[in-house]
């Protein structure tokens, strides 16, 4: 099910802590043909639930702390990227061809917001200059879209072609995808990792003191440490200095945390001395990118015993597409999500990038549930979790809830953000951005650091 007792029990929590978590519903948000509301409330409560859990196990508290998820700041989270402003600035939207064409026997999905991604699709289509939208259209228009697809793909670009979710359920890929929990949680040792110590005051911050290296980039994985790091959490972002950054994206998920280049080829030593004080390691590249530089988990466990190892993929990392590279819409096309949204003959999409926000909070609360389980017997952990699952669950939870009246798209009035926005100054300026929807009775209601710079931090802990 599409709940947050599903989610909770993907996670190993208790479900009796269940009854500690209620919700205000409000049924015109996030309209969709899918329960796209109901699983993105599961996601939050869930990792509430699980932020709850940590702070009465650290502070000492007889009783796990009331959760309580509002649809309205789950909302107005999941598209917190709409709502930022930067000195009055909005964030600039998709690139021009990050989108959906025609093809010659239906419809392909591209993502080209990256230079090195564009270069790539136009070079794997024969488009030479500027790569204009008209010219694009006409290179597709006379291809098939698993074509495309292949083609595109081989060259290192990104580019889906639309499936049913019939189609996707008999992919080689789907049927891996389908064969895997919801979040993936494995015990690699028995080391017992480094003591937390008690926790008080107010705000209470259930990841005081845990230092969580940050090895993500876009949304997914920026969300997870965006919400460690409202929860107490010394969050340091550390991004390889050749790969380009867009600016608001960063800004977006930037709360909480710091942010440092380091290049992992040549500066090992500084790597090898944050590891060494990390807690965490979250990583949200694909699938065996990083394992040159000896980060895949069991290698992480052997150098720093007691870390927990998160892991955040598109696809998954099994099966024929686990070393693909991947983005929430491009999941959605895959999947059958865009043509569950559909309509007219077009393919459609989530009123959210759902995917990326919804398995960011799960990987957040994958975390904080493995830090409050090391505490009790041990061990290093390895927590994975994937858009394509995340997909899979949204999709397996629609015919139960079709009866719940989630709308199609467009059929309801607009929710009024206001109540889950907020204004603060920045070193980027005065930003204007969403509230977190994680809460419980005595937790943090907003981040204690704004985001800065790309990169302007210094690599080392706090």
């Given amino acids: 099910m599409s709940d947050t007792a599903g989610a909770w029990s993907a996670l190993g929590g208790d479900p009796a802590l269940l009854a500690r978590v209620s919700a205000v519903e409000r049924p015109e948000v996030l309209p969709a043909r899918l329960p796209v509301r109901a699983t993105a409330r599961a996601c939050v409560a869930a990792c509430a639930l699980a932020a709850a859990e940590l702070a009465a196990r650290r502070a000492g508290l007889a009783e796990v702390p009331a959760v309580r998820v509002d649809d309205g700041a789950v909302a107005t989270a999941f598209v917190s990227?709409?709502?930022?402003?930067?000195?009055?600035?909005?964030?600039?939207?998709?690139?021009?061809?990050?989108?959906?064409?025609?093809?010659?026997d239906g419809w392909v999905r591209t993502?080209?917001?990256?230079?090195?991604?564009?270069?790539?699709?136009?070079?794997?289509?024969?488009?030479?200059?500027?790569?204009?939208?008209?010219?694009?259209?006409?290179?597709?228009?006379?291809?098939?879209?698993?074509e495309v697809e292949d083609t595109v793909c081989a060259a290192g670009g990104l580019a889906v072609a639309l499936r049913t979710p019939a189609q996707w359920a008999a992919h080689p890929q789907g049927v891996a995808v389908a064969r895997r929990l919801l979040v993936e949680r494995v015990r690699l040792d028995s080391a017992s990792g480094r003591a937390l110590p008690g926790v008080d005051g107010r705000p209470l911050l259930p990841a005081a003191g845990v230092r969580v290296l940050d090895l993500t980039r876009v949304i997914a994985g920026p969300v997870a440490t965006r919400v460690l790091g409202l929860l107490g959490a010394d969050v340091l972002r550390v991004d390889p200095p050749g790969l380009p950054e867009i600016a608001d994206q960063h800004a977006d998920t930037g709360f909480g945390k710091r942010s440092a280049r380091?290049?992992?080829?040549?500066?090992?030593?500084?790597?090898?001395?944050?590891?060494?004080?990390?807690?965490?390691?979250?990583?949200?590249?694909?699938?065996?990118?990083?394992?040159?530089?000896?980060?895949?988990?069991?290698?992480?466990?052997e150098r720093r015993p007691g870390v927990v190892v998160a892991q955040l993929s598109a696809w998954g990392a099994y099966g024929p597409w686990g070393g693909r590279r991947g983005f929430d819409s491009l999941v959605q096309v895959a999947t059958g999500i865009a043509a569950a949204e559909g309509g007219d003959g077009r393919p459609g999409a989530l009123p959210a990038q759902a995917l990326d926000h919804g398995s960011g909070y799960l990987l957040?609360?994958?975390?904080?549930?493995?830090?409050?389980?090391?505490?009790?017997?041990?061990?290093?952990?390895?927590?994975?979790v994937a858009l394509a699952r995340t997909a899979q669950w949204l999709l397996e939870s629609a015919p139960a809830a079709a009866a719940r009246a989630d709308a199609p798209a467009g059929q309801a009035p607009a929710l009024v953000p206001g109540p889950w926005l907020a204004a603060t100054?920045?070193?980027?300026?005065?930003?204007?951005?969403?509230?977190?929807?994680?809460?419980?009775?005595?937790?943090?209601?907003?981040?204690?650091?704004?985001?800065?710079?790309?990169?302007?931090?210094?690599?080392?802990?706090?």
């Fill in 81 to 104: 990227e709409r709502h930022l402003l930067v000195d009055g600035r909005a964030p600039v939207p998709f690139a021009p061809l990050s989108r959906f064409w025609r093809t010659a």
């Fill in 111 to 146: 993502h080209a917001n990256y230079p090195h991604h564009w270069e790539r699709l136009l070079a794997a289509l024969g488009v030479t200059g500027d790569g204009d939208p008209e010219t694009v259209a006409a290179a597709l228009a006379g291809r098939s879209a698993r």
């Fill in 262 to 301: 380091l290049d992992l080829a040549s500066d090992r030593d500084a790597f090898e001395e944050l590891l060494a004080g990390a807690d965490v390691v979250v990583t949200g590249y694909r699938p065996g990118a990083l394992d040159r530089f000896g980060l895949d988990a069991p290698a992480l466990a």
């Fill in 364 to 384: 957040a609360a994958a975390v904080l549930r493995a830090l409050t389980d090391r505490a009790e017997t041990g061990g290093s952990r390895l927590v994975r």
């Fill in 425 to 462: 100054d920045s070193p980027l300026g005065r930003l204007r951005y969403a509230l977190p929807p994680v809460t419980f009775a005595g937790g943090p209601r907003d981040w204690a650091r704004p985001p800065g710079p790309w990169g302007a931090d210094a690599a080392r802990w706090e």
